[in-house]
C-alpha cells in the first residue's frame, strides 16, 4: 500500500500544470477551456485526496522521499511528502472547496478578457499547489517553500485588477506583513538546524527530549510568529481585511482552504513541541483570544459585505490558535475543517450579492434581495446560522468543542470566548438583515437587473450550504445523544505524543451541557436581536459617533501603525536617501568627478600655442629635477 501513496506527488503536481497550461498558453486559449482545465485539475487532484484519505483511514501513513533537496557533510534535507491522518484531511478541504471556488469562478469571472481569465485561473492552480505542498511536506523546509508559495499566489491574486493602485497597496500590504512573519519561521527552522541537525518532523519530533525548556520555548514562539503573519493574528492581522481588493472567489480561497489555516496547520503538526512549551502555549491563547475579541467588535460596524467577513475570518481564526493554544488540537483542526465550509459559502455568496448587485459591495444600499435571490438567500442563512453557532450546523460543534476546552483550562478563557460568539452572531445576522430583508435601498437601475446567479455559482452554494449543515456531525461528543467523535479518533495518531504527556482535567457532562446551553442561548439572544434591529433597516446619512465611530475606523490600527511604524521608516529611508546617498556617497563619487573635471579644465590652459610659455615651463622642469637631484 504504500508503494500506492508513494505517488502521492501526482495531487499537488496536477494544479501545477493547470497553471502552468494556463499561464503559457494564456494567449492562445478560450475563456472555456482556460476554466475547464483549471478546474479540472483540482478535481483530479481532490479524487486522488479521497482515494489517499481511504488508505489513511484504513491505517496506512507513509513518508515518500523524492531526491535530496539539501545534501552537504553537515545537513540533509530531503524533498520528502508525509501523508497521515492531518496531511490527508487538508487534502480534502483544500482541493473539495478549491475545486468549488473554481467552479465558482468561471461565472463569477466571466467579464475578463481571455488573457486575464487563463492568467486568473493558472494563479489559482498555483495558489493550490503552493497550499498543498505546504501541508503535505514532511520536513520544515518543503512546508517552507509552500508557505512562500501562497504568500506570493496571495500577493498576485490580491492585486489581479492591478490597475487600480488602491488594490496594489493591498497586496504589497500582504506581501510586507506576511514577510515579517515568514522571518521568524526562517529563524526556528535555523535554530531546530543547530541544535538538531535536523528539520524532519519524525526526527524533530522523536528528539525534542534533547531540546531544553529555553530552546523549545524560542523555536515555538518563532513559529508563532510566522503563524500570525500567515493566519492574521495581532499584530499581523491588518492585511487579511484589506485583502478584500482580489476578485471574491480569490477572498474565499484565501479565508477558506489554503492561506490562512497554514498556521493553524503548522502549530497542530507541531503540536508536541508547543505541548512542552507552556509559555508558548500561553501566547497561542492569548493572542488568539485576544484578536477574536477585537476582530469581531470591529466587524460589528463594518458596511462593506466582504469586510465583514474578513473580520469575521480574523475572528474565527483567533477562536481556532485558543484551541491550539489550550491544547485542544482537534478542536482546532475540527473548526478549520467546519470553517472552511461555512466561509467559503459565506463569500460566494457574497459575491453572488455583489454579481447581483453589478459590484456594490455596500450593504447599506442592499436590502429587500431575499425575493430575487432565492438560492442564495437559502444557502447564506445556513451559512450564518453555522457560523453562529446553531445546532446541529456545523460551527456549533467545532466552536464548543474549543469553548470547552477553554473552559477547562481557565474559566476567563470561556467568558471571553462566548462574548465573542455572542458578537459572531450580531455581526451576520446584521449582514443577513440588512442584505436580505426589509425593503430594497439600491438604484433603480440596480433592482431592474437583480437577479438570481447562474448554476455555475448556485450550485457550489448548494453544496457547501449541505456541508455547513452536517459537515459538523464527524465531531459529535459522546456527550451530546451518545455520540462518538469520529474526527478525533482519525486524528488521534497525530496528536497521541501530546496526548500522552497533558494532563486533561476531567469534566462532568452536566458542565457539559451548561457550557452548551450558556453558549447558545447567548448566541441566539444576539442573532434575534440583530435580526429585529435590523430587518427592516433604514438608510441614514447620520455618521456614527463615540465607539461606533471608532469601530467603524477599525480601532485605528492601521493609523497607529501609519504613525509609529510606517511614517518613522519613512523618515529613516529618506535621511538615508537625500543625506546619506546623494548628499554624502553621491556627493563624494560627484565631487571626484568635478575636481577632475576642473582640473583638466586648468591643465589645458597651459598649452596655449605661446612659445614663451613653453621655454619658461622647460626651465622651470629643469630647475625640478637639479633640485630633486641634489637632495636625493
Same mark, same amino acid.
Given at each position: 500500500?504504500? !508503494?500506492i501513496?508513494?505517488?502521492v ?18 494567449? %492562445? ?6 476554466g ?6 483540482i478535481?483530479? +487532484?481532490?479524487?486522488?485526496?479521497v482515494?489517499? $484519505?481511504?488508505q ?7 513518508v515518500?522521499?523524492?531526491f535530496?533537496?539539501i545534501?552537504?557533510?553537515a545537513?540533509? #534535507? ?11 484531511l ?10 468549488l471556488? %473554481? ?12 488573457? !486575464?481569465? &487563463? ?18 511536506g514532511?520536513?520544515?523546509? /518543503? ?8 504568500g506570493?499566489?496571495?500577493y ?34 535555523f ?10 518532523f519524525h ?18 514562539l518563532?513559529?508563532?510568529?510566522g503563524? @500570525?503573519?500567515?493566519?492574521?493574528? #495581532?499584530?499581523?492581522y ?9 476578485? @471574491?472567489?480569490v ?6 482552504? @489554503? ?8 502549530? &497542530? ?11 508558548s ?9 485576544s484578536?477574536? /475579541?477585537?476582530?469581531? @467588535? ?10 465583514v ?21 482537534t478542536?482546532a483542526v $475540527?473548526h ?14 457574497a459575491?453572488?450579492?455583489i454579481?447581483?448587485m453589478?459590484g456594490e ?22 451559512g ?6 446553531m445546532? =446541529?450546523? &456545523? ?7 474549543i ?6 483550562k ?7 470566548g462566548v ?17 436580505f430583508l ?6 433603480a ?17 448548494l453544496?457547501?450550504?449541505?456541508l ?8 459529535? =461528543?459522546?456527550?451530546?445523544? +451518545? ?11 497525530v496528536f497521541?505524543?501530546s ?5 486533561? =482535567? ?8 451548561m457550557?452548551?446551553?450558556? +453558549? ?5 439572544v444576539a442573532?434575534?436581536y ?17 465607539l ?9 490600527v ?7 511604524? #510606517? ?20 556627493g563624494?563619487?560627484?565631487?571626484i ?9 586648468q591643465v589645458?590652459?597651459l598649452?596655449?600655442g605661446?612659445?614663451g ?11 625640478i ?8
Amino acid at each position: 500500500m504504500n !508503494n500506492i501513496l508513494q505517488l502521492v506527488w501526482l495531487i499537488p503536481l496536477l494544479p501545477l500544470v493547470g497553471f502552468l497550461i494556463n499561464g503559457l498558453g494564456r494567449k %492562445h486559449l478560450s475563456k472555456a477551456l482556460s476554466g475547464f482545465i483549471g478546474s479540472a485539475v483540482i478535481f483530479l +487532484s481532490f479524487a486522488m485526496s479521497v482515494w489517499v $484519505f481511504i488508505q489513511v483511514k484504513d491505517g496506512n501513513t507513509h513518508v515518500a522521499h523524492y531526491f535530496d533537496f539539501i545534501n552537504i557533510a553537515a545537513l540533509k #534535507i530531503g524533498f520528502d511528502l508525509q501523508v497521515d491522518q492531518l496531511s490527508s484531511l487538508f487534502l480534502l478541504i483544500i482541493t473539495g472547496v478549491g475545486f468549488l471556488i %473554481h467552479v465558482y469562478s468561471t461565472a463569477y469571472m466571466h467579464d475578463e478578457e481571455p488573457q !486575464n481569465f &487563463a492568467k486568473y485561473f493558472s494563479f489559482l492552480n498555483l495558489f493550490v499547489f503552493s497550499m498543498l505542498l505546504l501541508v503535505l511536506g514532511a520536513n520544515y523546509v /518543503i512546508m517552507f517553500i509552500g508557505w512562500e508559495g501562497v504568500g506570493l499566489c496571495s500577493y498576485l491574486l490580491i492585486g489581479f485588477w492591478f490597475t487600480n493602485n488602491k488594490f496594489n497597496a493591498a497586496a504589497r500590504k500582504a506581501f510586507v506583513m506576511n514577510r515579517i512573519g515568514d522571518l521568524g519561521f526562517l529563524l526556528a527552522i535555523f535554530w531546530l538546524v543547530n541544535k538538531l541537525g535536523t528539520v524532519d518532523f519524525h526526527n524533530v519530533f522523536a528528539s525534542v527530549g534533547n531540546l531544553s525548556t529555553f530552546d523549545i520555548t524560542g523555536i515555538t514562539l518563532l513559529l508563532f510568529v510566522g503563524a @500570525t503573519g500567515k493566519s492574521a493574528q #495581532i499584530p499581523l492581522y491588518t492585511w487579511l481585511p484589506d485583502a478584500m481588493a482580489g476578485p @471574491t472567489p480569490v477572498s474565499a480561497l484565501i479565508h477558506a482552504a @489554503t492561506m490562512v489555516t497554514a498556521g493553524i496547520y503548522m502549530i &497542530a503538526r507541531s503540536n508536541i513541541l508547543y505541548t512542552m512549551a507552556p509559555v508558548s502555549q500561553t501566547v497561542v491563547a492569548i493572542t488568539g483570544l485576544s484578536t477574536a /475579541i477585537l476582530a469581531a @467588535t470591529i466587524a460589528l460596524k463594518q458596511n462593506d459585505i466582504k469586510k465583514v467577513l474578513a473580520y469575521s475570518t480574523v475572528s474565527q481564526l483567533g477562536y481556532m490558535f485558543l484551541g491550539l493554544g489550550v491544547g485542544a488540537y482537534t478542536g482546532a483542526v $475540527f473548526h478549520v475543517m467546519t470553517h472552511a465550509f461555512f466561509k467559503a459559502l459565506l463569500f460566494l455568496g457574497a459575491g453572488s450579492v455583489i454579481h447581483a448587485m453589478s459590484g456594490e459591495q455596500d450593504m447599506r444600499n442592499m436590502g429587500g434581495l431575499k425575493k430575487h435571490m432565492k438560492i442564495t438567500h437559502l444557502t447564506f442563512l445556513l451559512g450564518c446560522l453555522a457560523i453562529a453557532g446553531m445546532p =446541529p450546523f &456545523a460551527g456549533f460543534f467545532s466552536k464548543d468543542e474549543i469553548l470547552g476546552a477553554a473552559f477547562a483550562k481557565n474559566p476567563v478563557y470561556y467568558g471571553i470566548g462566548v462574548a465573542g460568539a455572542m458578537m459572531t452572531a450580531f455581526y451576520m445576522f446584521r449582514l443577513y438583515a440588512m442584505t436580505f430583508l426589509g425593503k430594497f435601498r439600491g438604484t433603480a437601475d440596480q433592482e431592474h437587473h437583480v437577479h438570481e446567479s447562474p448554476k455555475a455559482i448556485t450550485i457550489p452554494l448548494l453544496i457547501l450550504a449541505l456541508l455547513a449543515v452536517a459537515g459538523g456531525w464527524v465531531g459529535i =461528543p459522546e456527550v451530546f445523544l +451518545s455520540g462518538g467523535h469520529r474526527l478525533g479518533e482519525f486524528l488521534n495518531p497525530v496528536f497521541a505524543q501530546s496526548d500522552a504527556i497533558t494532563i486533561k =482535567p476531567e469534566m462532568v457532562h452536566t458542565t457539559e451541557y451548561m457550557l452548551m446551553v450558556i +453558549s447558545v442561548a447567548l448566541a441566539l439572544v444576539a442573532l434575534i436581536y440583530a435580526w429585529s434591529r435590523f430587518s427592516k433597516y433604514q438608510k441614514t446619512a447620520e455618521p456614527s459617533t463615540g465607539l461606533g465611530n471608532v469601530l467603524e475606523n477599525k480601532w485605528y490600527v492601521d493609523e497607529l501603525y501609519e504613525a509609529i511604524i #510606517i511614517k518613522p521608516v519613512r523618515a529613516i529611508a529618506n535621511f538615508f536617501n537625500e543625506v546619506v546617498e546623494k548628499k554624502g556617497i553621491d556627493g563624494f563619487v560627484n565631487g571626484i568627478g568635478k575636481a577632475v573635471n576642473y582640473g583638466s579644465r586648468q591643465v589645458r590652459l597651459l598649452q596655449n600655442g605661446q612659445v614663451g610659455l613653453y621655454v619658461l615651463m622647460m626651465v622651470l622642469g629643469i630647475l625640478i629635477l637639479f633640485i630633486v637631484q641634489l637632495f636625493l
